[in-house]
């Protein structure tokens, strides 16, 4: 009884020892996560919202051009729409 009495022992401690180390390992991975990772996303989030708020812009820019084009030049913007028109159907068959 005493051998399975220092097994039993030795076991409960290596237990205890195995879950030390999970708690200091989980606390280890949360501090990374809190210090490098999430700054990171945040930063990259940061950088990708103020992409698509330039995008938005250029593209809107870019149809007041051309609305304001098609008011100057309508008969110019029927053609040009009439070419393409063609130029797509000829390709579809």
């Known amino acids: 009884m005493g051998f399975s009495k220092?097994?039993?022992d030795t076991v409960r401690d290596v237990a205890g020892d195995t879950q030390d180390?999970?708690?200091t390992?989980?606390?280890q991975v949360e501090q990374l996560l809190n210090d490098r990772v999430t700054p990171a996303i945040a930063g990259?989030?940061?950088r990708a919202e103020t992409a698509v708020h330039s995008a938005r812009d250029?593209?809107?820019t870019q149809v007041e051009n051309v609305s304001a084009?098609?008011?100057d030049q309508p008969i110019i913007a029927i053609g040009i729409a009439a070419a393409v028109g063609y130029l797509l159907g000829r390709i579809a068959r």
């Open 6 to 8: 220092k097994v039993s």
């Open 21 to 23: 180390q999970l708690q």
């Open 25 to 27: 390992l989980r606390a």
């Open 44 to 46: 990259a989030a940061g």
């Open 58 to 60: 250029m593209t809107n």
């Open 69 to 71: 084009q098609v008011r």
